[in-house]
């Protein structure tokens, strides 16, 4: 029905009949309708919705509108029940009958198709307690999603037209604009120009004809924020440029939308008819002598029209090729006249603004950008979809908060702001406040909205070849810096990720970049290398390990490894190749293969901390492969069968290398020296052999059979174990160095980091990996009573797990953070808690307190405050909430360090942990012929590291003495191919057995009792051969 | 004025200056290169940049307007940096092969490169085009040594109105040429050739024609004539360093003698001629619209090839305005292969015709089968000005230290009329000397007869002739005010058309030429032609014509022995078969595309 809207009153009247009609109903049900719901059938189950309200005769109490995106994309279609605000998620036609008969006719919140709050994981029906709604502050998108986008009258109910209205009957062109500029909104299309500023410059050009114009060219891949708001709510914008279009002085307006916004183009269009037909838009508005009209002009989807000067040639019908400024659009614009351009978001701030007056807006936001900001949450994070948050919140309270954090539980890598124009924030900038000068002043830029967060798994070169690629495309070709420029950049960036790039190439590509910043003619030259550039800033050594080592961490660069899993490995295990030799029975084969690389694959099965996992292509479609336990069945199953075991062993060199440690680092290393015909001498300074493995790792975790039988294979090609031999005491590390060619000093960490807090020296304070070396080494002893381990990681956890099994009657665990923080493995936790353990997360020790025996601990409530330089929380104490625990006994087991009293430190070059500083390609420490590596180079880390150290050492230490650093690691096995029946069955991970909780707290029998040959088999076939690219 | 600092030097300058401009004023060399004076100022390939203080990024100094007080670097570390940068980048998508380039040693491109001192090619990436479109008989685009420069563009849209030339795709796929990629002989493009002038690199030239003109003339069955138009003598001579200006008339037929063409003719002989066709064609529209009969007017003057492509295109019911005279080169053709051929005793067929023309329309001209007689071509080739200086430098020819040589006749000899023919205004002040004085009797009443309102590069001129005193043959005609208008560049000439198409047009006679300034920046002329070249060459014209003493066409006595003994007269029988001839509705291409 069209109006006659001649007069303000006419507005009262209209929003008062709505109003009455709406209190004839009980429900009023939100049907959203924007993009990401649609895609996902919303229009079928608004049909069952109103079908199942007709059958149940509801059809006089219920009534349901089709509003814009509410902003949840990720978990359509989504339904809100008012007046209560119950918000459905995931709604099928099959749960909406269910929903109609439960809720609407008995009353009862269908509590599991709520929302589900991951983090919580609860499901909260309520959309003000939803935490992704409840930060949010809407003015932008005040009515997108609450109200029926298609209705005027819904419009007007929410105060609609009273603003343009008011404006018309009380204030001069001065007046609005003095409200804009108090208001201190700032352009929101991403440079952030103040928009009072720039409406007064066009009030003040003289001409007799001008244009306001709003751009609605959202082109940045990732951003719909505009797209949200002129679908959810078309009317506002109308009325936003209606008060621009006063207040400058224009009687015309264009709204230039891209053609890949049919449903924006669609649902502004019928807006502005039907404003028009009701006498809002067209001459003498609201009985004033304001006459204002608007016409949209559909732009064909070119990226660079966003830019002014070009989205002008384009309304023109012209080529939108930009040109250079001055003269401003405000002085010559549209077909050479005065014009005012803001994006779409501007406008919708301005009737929030006009309604409720500037300072009420300006009470957002920072000292220089007021208000809020619409975001488009993109990428890896846990709630897509449209935000909209008061400036000055930190990026972190909207990555981890708003955004729920990262799925998967994978780290937070960085953000991304501003599309191709913008740059990368990083973990390290968690805390910025988002506003236009802190994002600037880290490179990136707000842009208009668009927020992709990126986790652990994404290549920054990768990235920045995206977005210069995209750029690359969409610059018009006018200048050469853009045209060629970008295309030289992506060209290098294409072979940087593709393995092909030079020494340099980082160079070159600043250099590119900061040139065609200086000199493109428009914003988007000037801005197309800065996600370039900004990933050089912050990632510079990834784009060094992609043109040096060949090596894509993030596992994304797929033409420079083979699988992502073998990518992963530190030590280069073809983990596809021997999954698939499992899967045909060839189980010697995938022994042999996993042993190339590492000679620790019983071991490896138990204890490796398997990064591959984390990087299994399987987990996009079930769960990952379960690759450390089929390492380890492979393993186990050749070392049951007690065949004689045989390496190939080159001839003697007749040279000598001295290896210090016999531990995995120095093992491997000498394992793979002696096969190369070099005569290894190991040096060791306990009475057993294998370091960590065998002192550090308790017997449930890691039988010592299984140790010893590696450690023998070891032994057989060679390699001489010389247990029981301190370097410095028992034998001079000069000697060393006189009677050898080269030394491998792999020494680990072995001391226990103190927490420096009062009464550590009191006894019973026995500190983690002193107590698992005692326990290991010297045989088990008991333990009654209370006993805390301090700490979160696998020694705090193994100590822990050891005090429960020496007859501990209270085992607690302390932990400053929180649970899914534990740096121990998920698996670790989860059998230690099954054990019995208890865990306080959110505690610290403040001081152990006792005459000379330890009697109590005090302790103190963490709670978590502003994110660290690694991604993550930190947490800071609580005053006051001190309280004590008491304990038998404390092991604190925080962090070890290494030492190296046999050297004079003087003579070599150690960090300030005291670990060596080593040449990264040869880790070669400063003294001539002495390599180092494992944990005394790397400080504390895991087994696998200090693996691929020792065969990397090998290859050094082989190139050092006149070798070609070729290892060698036997006989080609050839891998089977792809079976062609792939059928692919979603199938989670193939069980294995456990021993049971109860009868593993008693001793220390092997926890975990590996796969059975046919779940391994079955296990082995999951995988799904990403290695085979055709 | 303003005062501003370059390179920490204190210069003063008009308001409303580019940086460029003023650094030019005080000799401070800023390397530009998209950047042509009076034609393209789009800032498109940023060689020119500088730093100027304060400003967030580098210059642009060729757009960039100066103010008071600017600071300005234009040779800092990050200028020649930036320069030398852009430069490699461009290079990197330009083909290394200069020296079987046309443009080899002429090139502006490779100059550039002389100042930039590239070490090496760091960039070896993709080529974004390579594609040769020699469709049309005039101009030939080879889209891979396109530097997308834009000059061309802003001759074809801004200059001459004609709109063919753009960019089309984007980024780096972005090649300058018609819509929808198609070819130059499938679009409106006229073959005026200002784009090949404006051209820095061998992207679009001329359709070579010295291959086949070097084979004919090393055929000895072969007679072959040249004959050169008039504004080829005042640009010539640039060509072999000579300052713009010099005419290099003699030697310039000296050298065509040595080159070993049979006859040298010239076209100002049917310049002349059609002065006297084209005079009686006016006076008989005239005659016919004073006594109510159809007549079209006004009359629009046809010598210009391109001009009559564009009115097919443009205007094509226009047509019946234009006047029906061949143009000279193909006057000159149609009689070197008639009248010429019986006085010789030769098979036309055994005759080979080569204009020199300052034109790549004329390369056109030649081929439309309108223009033929007897089934055959006119004129077999046609070569411009810079074809020319490369066939006489090719045929080692010491051009300077050539004597003077005269043209051949019959179809030699001219009047000054004739050689005005070369610019803006000349034909129309040919046809006003000849036909006043053929009207009344008497001289042309004007200093030096010059119409004086008519000359100049203004785009439109406009002179009113009374007549007075009228002979009594033409009585009728007495106390008429002839209304002429006379126009070079074809945004002038579109003017003049909507006017004649609202039926609004007051003149009786309209000259058009295509290029603008007339033939002596026609798009065959040496590299550069600016402005003031324009008016050097200009300048040369009049002096030929002033130094001769026959000045009007109607008193050339080959003319008038041509008329006594083949054509009889004006109009005649033999010169409707001959020099007469009729164009074709085009229409322009979008039209054409709506119908496919």
């Known amino acids: 029905m069209d109006y006659n809207i001649t007069e303000i009153g006419k507005l009262k009247e209209i929003k008062d009949n709505y109003l009455d009609k709406m209190n004839n109903y009980k429900y009023k049900i939100l049907v959203c309708s924007g993009a990401g719901c649609i895609s996902s059938n919303c229009h079928e189950v608004k049909n069952v919705l109103l079908e199942a309200l007709e059958k149940n005769n509801l059809k006089e109490k219920v009534y349901t509108i089709e509003t814009g995106c509410i902003g949840t994309c990720d978990i359509g279609p989504v339904i809100v029940i008012n007046p209560e605000g119950v918000f459905y998620t995931n709604v099928s036609s099959e749960d909406v009958y269910k929903i109609v008969e439960e809720h609407l006719v008995k009353g009862n919140i269908i509590k599991e198709k709520t929302y589900f709050d991951i983090k ?107 797209r949200s708001i002129l679908e959810g709510d078309p009317h506002n914008i109308i009325e936003g440029m209606m008060i621009g279009g006063y207040s400058i002085g224009a009687s015309k307006g264009y709204v230039y939308i891209r053609a890949e916004y049919p449903l924006a183009v669609e649902r502004l269009g019928l807006a502005i008819d039907k404003a028009r037909n009701s006498g809002i838009l067209g001459n003498n508005i609201f009985g004033s002598s304001f006459s204002f009209d608007l016409e949209i002009r559909i732009g064909a989807g070119a990226f660079v029209c966003g830019e002014e000067t070009a989205l002008m040639a384009s309304v023109e019908g012209k080529r939108g090729e930009p040109k250079q400024k001055p003269p401003f659009p405000f002085q010559k614009g549209l077909f050479e006249k005065p014009t005012i351009i803001n994006n779409v978001e501007s406008f919708a701030n301005i009737v929030p603004i006009i309604l409720n007056g500037s300072d009420w807006f300006s009470q957002y936001g920072t000292k220089k950008s007021k208000g809020t900001k619409v975001f488009a949450l993109a990428g ?307 009475p057993i052999a294998g370091g ?72 019973n304070v026995y500190y983690g990996l002193d107590f698992l070396k005692d326990v290991n080494i010297n045989g088990d002893f008991k333990l009654k009573g209370t006993v805390a381990v301090i700490g979160g990681g696998s020694t705090a956890m193994d100590a822990a797990r050891v005090a429960v099994r020496l007859g501990a009657d209270k085992v607690i665990v302390l932990y400053r953070r929180n649970l899914e923080d534990m740096p121990a493995d998920v698996i670790e936790i989860k059998e230690g808690i099954e054990e019995g ?91 001539e012929g002495v390599f180092a590596g494992g944990d005394v180079a790397r ?92 | ?108 491109f490779q100059k550039l490169g002389e100042l930039m001192q590239i070490d090496e090619f760091r960039f070896e990436g993709e080529k974004s085009k390579n594609f040769i479109d020699s469709s049309s008989p005039s101009i030939t685009r080879e889209l891979s040594k396109c530097i997308l420069c834009r000059r061309c563009v802003e001759v074809c849209n801004e200059i001459q109105g004609v709109g063919i030339l753009s960019p089309q795709n984007r980024g780096f796929k972005t090649i300058i040429g018609p819509a929808n990629n198609l070819q130059l002989n499938t679009v409106n493009c006229t073959y005026c050739g200002q784009c090949t002038i404006v051209c820095p690199v061998g992207a679009i030239q001329e359709k070579d024609s010295l291959k086949e003109v070097w084979e004919a003339i090393f055929d000895d069955s072969k007679r072959v004539i040249v004959q050169t138009a008039p504004a080829v003598r005042a640009a010539l001579g640039e060509e072999f360093g000579y300052a713009p200006g010099t005419l290099v008339t003699g030697k310039m037929v000296s050298a065509l003698k040595e080159i070993g063409f049979n006859d040298i003719f010239d076209t100002n002989f049917t310049a002349d001629l059609t002065i006297l066709e084209e005079g009686h064609e006016f006076l008989k529209r005239v005659e016919s619209a004073l006594s109510k009969e159809k007549a079209v007017l006004p009359m629009i003057t046809s010598c210009s090839p391109g001009w009559i492509k564009y009115i097919e295109h443009t205007f094509p019911d226009l047509i019946e305005n234009l006047s029906t005279c061949k143009s000279p080169q193909m006057m000159l053709g149609a009689l070197a292969k008639s009248y010429y051929a019986d006085k010789i005793e030769s098979d036309p067929k055994d005759i080979y015709i080569v204009s020199v023309m300052p034109c790549t329309a004329k390369k056109f001209e030649i081929t439309r089968e309108e223009l033929y007689n007897d089934g055959n071509p006119n004129v077999d080739a046609v070569l411009t000005t810079r074809e020319l200086a490369k066939m006489i430098k090719d045929a080692g020819i010491d051009f300077k230290s050539l004597e003077d040589s005269k043209f051949d006749n019959p179809l030699g000899m001219s009047s000054g009329a004739a050689d005005i023919f070369a610019v803006t205004g000349g034909v129309m002040e040919a046809a006003i000397r000849t036909v006043y004085e053929v009207v009344t009797g008497r001289e042309l009443p004007m200093d030096k007869l010059h119409v004086t309102p008519i ?142």
């Open chain 2, 455 to 596: 000359v100049g590069f203004d785009q439109i001129k406009t002179a009113d002739l009374l007549i007075d005193g009228a002979l009594k043959e033409f009585k009728h005609l007495e106390g008429i005010a002839v209304k002429v208008a006379v126009t070079s560049g074809l945004k002038g000439a579109h003017k003049l058309l909507e006017e004649i198409k609202e039926g609004k047009s007051p003149y009786h006679f309209i000259e058009v030429m295509c290029c603008p300034g007339g033939c002596i920046s026609g798009g065959g002329q040496p590299r550069p032609t600016n402005n003031e070249i324009r008016q050097k060459r200009l300048e040369a014209i009049y002096k030929e014509d002033e130094d001769k003493e026959m000045r009007k066409s109607h008193e050339n006595p080959f003319i008038l022995k041509l008329y006594e003994e083949y054509l009889i007269e004006p109009l005649g029988h033999k010169s409707h078969k001959l020099l007469h001839t009729k164009y074709t509705k085009r229409g322009i291409f979008n039209e054409r595309l709506k119908k496919l």
């Open chain 1, 380 to 686: 890896d994070i846990v709630n897509t979809g449209i935000v909209e948050i008061p400036m000055g919140v930190t990026l972190g309270e909207v990555i981890f908060n708003i955004g729920g954090g990262i799925p998967k539980g994978k780290h937070f890598k960085a953000a991304q702001t501003g599309g191709p124009s913008g740059g990368c924030i990083t973990k390290e900038y968690l805390n910025t406040p988002i506003d236009y000068d802190s994002l600037t002043k880290l490179g990136a830029i707000m842009g208009s909205g668009g927020l992709i967060s990126m986790d652990e798994d994404t290549c920054m070169v990768d990235m920045a070849r995206f977005f210069m690629e995209f750029v690359q495309e969409e610059s018009c070709g006018k200048c050469v810096p853009c045209r060629l420029g970008t295309k030289r950049m992506l060209e290098i960036l294409e072979r940087i990720t593709k393995g092909e790039g030079k020494i340099g190439d980082i160079e070159l590509l600043e250099e590119l970049g900061s040139m065609i910043k200086e000199t493109a003619v428009c914003g988007l030259g000037q801005t197309a290398p800065n996600p370039v550039l900004s990933t050089i800033k912050y990632f510079r050594e990834e784009y060094e390990e992609h043109i040096i080592n060949n090596h894509c961490d993030a596992g994304v660069c797929s033409e420079m490894f083979l699988s992502p899993c073998q990518n992963a490995c530190p030590a280069d295990v073809n983990v596809p190749g021997y999954i698939s030799l499992i899967a045909a029975g060839r189980v010697r084969d995938a022994y042999n293969l996993i042993r190339k690389d590492n000679p620790f694959p019983a071991i490896c099965g138990r204890v490796c901390t398997h990064p591959c996992e984390s990087k299994c292509r399987r987990m996009q479609l079930d769960e990952s492969l379960s690759i450390v336990n089929l390492k380890r069945y492979a393993a186990d199953y050749i070392l049951k069968s007690e065949e004689p075991y045989m390496d190939l062993v080159f001839p003697k060199k007749g040279k000598k290398v001295a290896i210090v440690g016999a531990g995995p680092s120095g093992l491997t290393c000498a394992y793979y020296l002696a096969r190369l015909g070099y005569e290894v001498d190991v040096y060791e300074e306990q």
């Open chain 1, 120 to 226: 919580s994981r609860k499901n909260i029906p309520y959309l003000k307690d939803i935490p992704y709604f409840a930060q949010q502050v809407k003015i932008a998108l005040k009515n997108c999603g609450n109200i029926d986008y298609s209705s005027l009258e819904e419009y007007i109910s929410v105060d609609g037209y009273l603003a343009i209205a008011n404006v018309l009957n009380n204030d001069s062109q001065e007046d609005v604009i003095n409200k804009i500029k108090n208001s201190g909104l700032r352009g929101r299309g991403g440079a952030g120009f103040p928009v009072g500023i720039k409406w007064e410059a066009g009030m003040k050009a003289k001409s007799d004809q001008k244009y306001i114009v709003c751009n609605a060219d959202e082109g940045d891949p990732g951003a719909f924020m505009d």
């Open chain 1, 837 to 927: 353990i208890t865990i306080h997360t959110m505690v610290s020790p403040t001081q152990f307190i006792g005459e000379e025996k330890l009697e109590e601990i005090e302790c103190v409530d963490m709670k978590l405050s502003d994110f660290g330089s690694d991604g993550r929380r930190k947490t800071i104490p609580i005053k006051g909430s001190e309280f004590k625990i008491k304990v038998d006994m404390v092991i604190p087991a925080v962090s070890q360090y290494s030492d190296l009293p046999f050297i004079d430190k003087n003579e070599v070059e150690t960090t300030r942990w005291g670990t060596f500083v080593t040449s990264k390609d040869t880790l070669m420490t400063n003294i």
């Open chain 2, 1 to 108: 004025m303003i005062e501003l600092t370059i390179n920490n030097k204190k210069i003063k300058a008009k308001e409303g200056m580019t940086i460029l401009d003023i650094a030019k004023e005080n000799n401070i060399l800023i390397p530009h290169f998209c950047y042509l004076e009076n034609v393209n100022k789009v800032g498109s390939c940023r060689i020119c940049v500088v730093e100027v203080e304060g400003a967030k990024n580098l210059q642009a100094s060729c757009i960039v307007e100066a103010r008071d007080g600017m600071v300005i670097k234009t040779n800092s570390e990050k200028v020649k940096k930036t320069r030398k940068l852009l430069y490699e980048l461009m290079l990197s998508d330009h083909p290394r092969d200069c020296l079987s380039c046309s443009r080899n040693q002429n090139c502006e």
């Open chain 1, 692 to 763: 960590v493995l065998a002192f550090g790792i308790p017997e449930y975790r890691l039988p010592k059979d299984i140790l010893a039988k590696e450690i023998k294979l070891i032994e057989n090609v060679g390699v001489k174990i010389h247990l029981n031999i301190e370097v410095g005491k028992d034998i001079q590390f000069e000697e060393l160095k006189n009677d050898y060619n080269s030394i491998y000093i792999a020494t680990g960490t072995q001391f226990s980091r103190k927490i420096n807090i009062p009464g550590e020296d009191l006894s």
């Open chain 1, 939 to 1030: 400080g504390s880390d895991v087994v696998i590291t200090a693996i691929a150290d020792g065969k990397n050492a090998a290859r050094a230490i082989d190139k050092y003495l006149g070798g070609n650093g070729i290892l060698n690691t036997g006989e080609e096995i050839e891998i089977p191919k792809t079976s062609e029946e792939s059928d692919i069955l979603e199938h989670e991970r193939f069980s294995m057995k456990y021993l049971d909780p109860e009868d593993r707290k008693k001793c220390f029998g092997e926890v975990a009792l590996g796969f059975h040959k046919l779940n391994a088999i079955a296990e082995s076939m999951r995988c799904l051969r990403c290695d085979r690219r055709s």
